[in-house]
Nanobody
């Protein structure tokens, strides 16, 4: 169980790119799954992308081909490269981690036991 801190959010034009980072206070080597969720205004949090300990990535259908999730266990950091951003993807983005692997749902860890405070992404 570690503390997670997101960074890299900001305002970008539609069609632009942004890379989010999530730093962990402790090692994430033991985390079976780490990933990203987002919450848009008036909506619940939804899974965006997740990656397990074997490097297998899972994505929400809406971001496939545009987003790439990666993890660097040595640096205790999770990344989300977002390309061709759309206005509807304006949201608070959160990183999360858990001991279980990938969920059957695209973009989710099976059990996100802990998460950070979020970083705002605004696409206009």
């Amino acid at each position: 169980h570690v503390q997670l801190v997101e960074s890299g959010g900001g305002s970008v034009q539609a069609g632009g790119s942004l890379r989010l980072s999530c730093g962990a206070s402790g090692s994430i080597y033991g985390d079976a799954c780490v990933g990203w969720l987002r919450q848009a205004p008036g909506k619940e949090r939804e899974g965006v992308a997740a990656i397990d300990s074997d490097g297998i990535a899972s994505y929400a259908n809406s971001v496939k081909g545009r987003f790439t999730v990666s993890r660097d266990n040595a640096k205790n950091t999770l990344y989300l490269q977002m390309n061709s951003l759309k206005a509807e993807e304006t949201a608070m983005y959160y990183c999360a981690a858990g001991l279980a692997g990938l969920d059957v749902r695209g973009g989710y860890c099976a059990s996100p036991n802990y998460w950070g405070q979020g970083t705002q992404v605004t696409v206009s």
